[in-house]
C-alpha cells in the first residue's frame, strides 16, 4: 500500500525527479515548492502541487494537518558554495531555521518517516580518497555547515520525538530521466553550463583553478545519475520502517575531473566547447569522491548509470529537446 508522501523542492531539479519516482512505485505525492528555483511544469499531473515557503509555518502547519503525511522527503534548500561564502545568513536560514520547522510539523503531526537531501560537503576536505560515512565532517563552507546542522537537529528529533530519519550525503548530481532534466537561473552546475556552451547558450566554460593536487589540476568530483539519486531515496524511505536512523554517502565511486567531464561532454555533444582559466573559488575543496559501498550493502542499491558518459548523454538529450528548459520551449 503506498504512503502519503510530502517532498519539499517537489519542483526543483532533484526534487521533481523524486517526485515522479514515487508516483510510478504508487504512493500519494504532495510537492512543495515556493518556486524560486524550481518550476510547476516539472511536476507530474500525478502529484498535488503545494506552492509555500517552510518560512510560512501557519501555511506549513495546514498543510500537515489535511494531508496526513507518513513521510517527508527533504529537498528544499540553498545549494550554491560559492554564495554561501558571500551570504551565509541566507544559508542557515533557508536551511537550517526552514529545516527546524519542517521537522516540528513532523513530530507534532506524528510523522515518522524524514529522508533528508545532505551533501558530501559537510566532509570538508577528506583525508582518504574515497569518503565513508566514518570521515571526520569539518566543513569548509556554510553550505556545508548549515547541513551538517541540520543532521545534528535529525538526530535529536528521532531520540525525543521519534521522528525516524535517513540522511543521504551526495555531491555532484546530473542526468535527466523521464523528460525531466536540469534547469537552474542562474546556472552554477559545470554539466549544464558545458552543455550550453556546446548549444551555442555561452561562449566558454570557467575552469575555477588549475592548480589542485590533482592529477590535472583541475578539482575531482562524483556525479550520480539523479534517477540512482531519486532510487536512493525510495530505498531509504521504505527501509525507515524498521529502522530508527540511518545516513549514507551516494556516489559512483569513481571522481572525475572538470577537464575530464568537459573532454566527455565534448565527445558526446561534437562541440569544440571552449575553456577560460579563472581562479579558485572559495570553500572548494580538490577532491570529493564518496563510497557507496555501506548503502549498496545494506540495502542493495547500485547506480544504473555508472558512467559519466551514460550520465552526459541522458542530458545532453533532455537539453537538445528543450533548449529553454522549462516554461519557455514549445517542445516541454
Same mark, same amino acid.
Given at each position: 500500500?503506498?504512503?502519503?508522501?510530502?517532498?519539499?523542492? @517537489?519542483?526543483?531539479?532533484?526534487?521533481?525527479?523524486?517526485?515522479?519516482?514515487? *508516483?510510478?512505485?504508487?504512493?500519494?505525492?504532495?510537492?512543495?515548492?515556493?518556486?524560486?528555483?524550481?518550476?510547476?511544469?516539472?511536476?507530474?499531473? /500525478?502529484?498535488?502541487?503545494?506552492?509555500?515557503?517552510?518560512?510560512? $509555518?501557519? +501555511?506549513?502547519?495546514?498543510?500537515? &494537518?489535511?494531508?496526513?503525511?507518513? !513521510?517527508?522527503?527533504?529537498?528544499?534548500?540553498?545549494?550554491?558554495?560559492?554564495?554561501?561564502?558571500?551570504?551565509? @545568513? %541566507?544559508?542557515?536560514?533557508?536551511?537550517? *531555521?526552514?529545516?527546524?520547522?519542517?521537522?516540528?510539523?513532523?513530530?507534532?503531526? &506524528?510523522?515518522? =518517516?524524514?529522508?533528508?537531501?545532505?551533501?558530501?560537503?559537510?566532509?570538508?576536505?577528506? /583525508?582518504?580518497?574515497?569518503?565513508?560515512?566514518?570521515?571526520? &565532517?569539518?566543513?569548509?563552507?556554510?553550505?556545508?555547515?548549515? &547541513?551538517?546542522?541540520?543532521?545534528?537537529?535529525?538526530?535529536?528529533? /528521532?531520540? #525525543?520525538?521519534?521522528?525516524?530519519?535517513?540522511?543521504?550525503?551526495?555531491?555532484?548530481?546530473?542526468?535527466?530521466?523521464?523528460?525531466?532534466?536540469?534547469?537552474?537561473?542562474?546556472?552554477?552546475?559545470?554539466?549544464?553550463?558545458?552543455?550550453?556552451?556546446?548549444? @551555442?547558450?555561452? /561562449?566558454?566554460?570557467?575552469?575555477? @583553478?588549475?592548480?589542485?593536487?590533482?592529477?590535472?589540476?583541475?578539482?575531482?568530483?562524483?556525479?550520480?545519475?539523479?534517477?540512482?539519486?531519486?532510487?536512493?531515496?525510495?530505498?531509504?524511505?521504505?527501509?525507515? %520502517?524498521?529502522?530508527?536512523?540511518?545516513?549514507?554517502?551516494?556516489?559512483?565511486?569513481?571522481?572525475?575531473?572538470? =577537464?575530464?567531464? #568537459?573532454?566527455?561532454? =565534448?565527445?558526446? +555533444?561534437?562541440?569544440?566547447?571552449?575553456?577560460?582559466?579563472?581562479? $579558485?573559488? !572559495?570553500?572548494?575543496?580538490?577532491?570529493?569522491?564518496?563510497?557507496?559501498?555501506?548503502?549498496?550493502?545494506?540495502?542493495?542499491?547500485?547506480?544504473?548509470?555508472?558512467?559519466?558518459?551514460?550520465?552526459?548523454?541522458? !542530458?545532453?538529450?533532455?537539453?537538445?529537446?528543450?533548449?529553454?528548459?522549462?516554461?519557455?520551449?514549445?517542445?516541454?
Amino acid at each position: 500500500m503506498g504512503l502519503k508522501v510530502l517532498i519539499t523542492g @517537489g519542483a526543483g531539479y532533484i526534487g521533481a525527479t523524486a517526485v515522479r519516482l514515487l *508516483t510510478k512505485h504508487g504512493h500519494a505525492v504532495t510537492a512543495l515548492d515556493n518556486l524560486s528555483q524550481g518550476h510547476r511544469e516539472a511536476v507530474p499531473p /500525478q502529484a498535488r502541487l503545494v506552492i509555500a515557503d517552510l518560512a510560512d $509555518r501557519e +501555511t506549513l502547519s495546514t498543510v500537515f &494537518k489535511e494531508s496526513k503525511f507518513d !513521510a517527508v522527503m527533504h529537498f528544499a534548500a540553498s545549494a550554491v558554495v560559492g554564495e554561501s561564502m558571500k551570504n551565509p @545568513g %541566507k544559508y542557515f536560514r533557508n536551511n537550517v *531555521t526552514n529545516s527546524l520547522n519542517l521537522l516540528e510539523c513532523c513530530a507534532a503531526n &506524528k510523522v515518522s =518517516r524524514f529522508v533528508l537531501s545532505s551533501t558530501a560537503a559537510i566532509f570538508g576536505d577528506p /583525508q582518504a580518497p574515497l569518503i565513508e560515512e566514518s570521515a571526520p &565532517k569539518v566543513p569548509l563552507n556554510p553550505y556545508g555547515e548549515s &547541513k551538517l546542522q541540520v543532521e545534528s537537529m535529525l538526530r535529536w528529533f /528521532q531520540e #525525543i520525538h521519534g521522528v525516524r530519519y535517513a540522511a543521504l550525503r551526495y555531491f555532484n548530481v546530473a542526468g535527466a530521466w523521464d523528460g525531466h532534466g536540469e534547469h537552474h537561473d542562474p546556472e552554477t552546475h559545470i554539466i549544464p553550463i558545458v552543455l550550453q556552451v556546446a548549444m @551555442g547558450k555561452r /561562449q566558454n566554460v570557467s575552469v575555477f @583553478g588549475s592548480d589542485y593536487p590533482t592529477p590535472d589540476g583541475t578539482c575531482v568530483r562524483d556525479y550520480v545519475h539523479i534517477y540512482d539519486l531519486a532510487m536512493a531515496h525510495l530505498l531509504v524511505m521504505e527501509a525507515l %520502517k524498521d529502522r530508527e536512523a540511518l545516513a549514507y554517502n551516494l556516489g559512483n565511486g569513481n571522481g572525475f575531473s572538470v =577537464r575530464q567531464v #568537459i573532454e566527455a561532454a =565534448r565527445k558526446i +555533444t561534437g562541440h569544440a566547447i571552449p575553456v577560460i582559466e579563472s581562479p $579558485r573559488r !572559495a570553500g572548494d575543496p580538490p577532491v570529493l569522491v564518496a563510497s557507496s559501498v555501506k548503502i549498496g550493502k545494506e540495502l542493495g542499491w547500485k547506480p544504473k548509470y555508472g558512467t559519466l558518459e551514460s550520465i552526459l548523454e541522458t !542530458a545532453w538529450e533532455w537539453h537538445k529537446a528543450h533548449p529553454n528548459g522549462y516554461g519557455v520551449s514549445a517542445s516541454c
